[in-house]
T-cell receptor
Framework: EAGVAQSPRYKIIEKRQSVAFWCNPI?????LYWYQQILGQGPKLLIQ????????DSQLPKDRFSAERLKGVDSTLKIQPAKLEDSAVYLC???????????FGEGSRLTVL | KNEVEQSPQNLTAQEGEFITINCSYS?????LHWLQQHPGGGIVSLFM???GKKKHGRLIATINIQEKHSSLHITASHPRDSAVYIC?????????FGTGTSLTVIP
């Protein structure tokens, strides 16, 4: 069974530039999560999708972050414009339904200069 | 205030030692997860438990729902166990994560 796929693995950009991350969850998993993990901290939920609907985006900085999961399968997370404090690992995870066992991707490490 | 507290934050052990990582939480939960994160790598789910004890190889996870406490034990530790171990809880509609325990096992 293929795991959660994320790309790119690494990205370096300058502040005020834009970046997009892509995630393909495990086939059949209805729930998809995007987490931000800053060095030394636990993951922080940015957005949770159930199929193609948003369940929770309360901690998503909507002035600069956006995410979509148009067909209820893969998802993109965009940051525009990026700030220095956005430097982090962006983790995508999926689960069969709401909560339950989480499967994580390898993460996308963003460095904003 | 964190809903999930882990201790210790950092742990260094000699190969072969028995290791315990603790997790305390302040909310009612339906399940607790132990996750492992290697440097530069993604996160792997080790255990999901809602009561009692689970064992997988050299890893043992226990939970006491009344005391809102869980422990992760590693027997006969090995350098490849070096990683960050994260506790996460499900209070019903989302996950709360601890900040992790960084474990280094020295040969």
């Amino acid at each position: 069974e293929a795991g959660v796929a994320q790309s790119p693995r690494y990205k370096i950009i300058e502040k005020r530039q834009s970046v997009a991350f892509w995630c393909n969850p495990i086939s059949g998993h209805a729930t998809l999560y995007w987490y931000q993990q800053i060095l030394g901290q636990g993951p922080k939920l940015l957005i949770q999708f159930q199929n193609n609907g948003v369940v929770d985006d309360s901690q998503l900085p909507k002035d600069r972050f956006s995410a979509e999961r148009l067909k209820g399968v893969d998802s993109t997370l965009k940051i525009q414009p990026a700030k220095l404090e956005d430097s982090a690992v962006y983790l995508c995870a999926s689960s069969i339904w709401v909560l339950g066992e989480l499967f994580f991707g390898e993460g996308s490490r963003l460095t904003v200069l | 205030k964190n809903e999930v507290e882990q201790s210790p934050q950092n742990l260094t052990a000699q190969e072969g030692e028995f290791i315990t990582i603790n997790c305390s939480y302040s909310v009612g939960i339906s399940a607790l997860h132990w996750l492992q994160q290697h440097p530069g790598g993604g996160i792997v789910s080790l255990f999901m438990l809602s009561s009692g004890k689970k064992k997988h190889g050299r890893l043992i996870a226990t939970i006491n729902i009344q005391e809102k406490h869980s422990s992760l034990h590693i027997t006969a530790s090995h350098p490849r166990d070096s990683a960050v171990y994260i506790c996460a809880v499900e209070p019903g509609n989302q996950f709360y994560f601890g900040t992790g325990t960084s474990l280094t096992v020295i040969p």
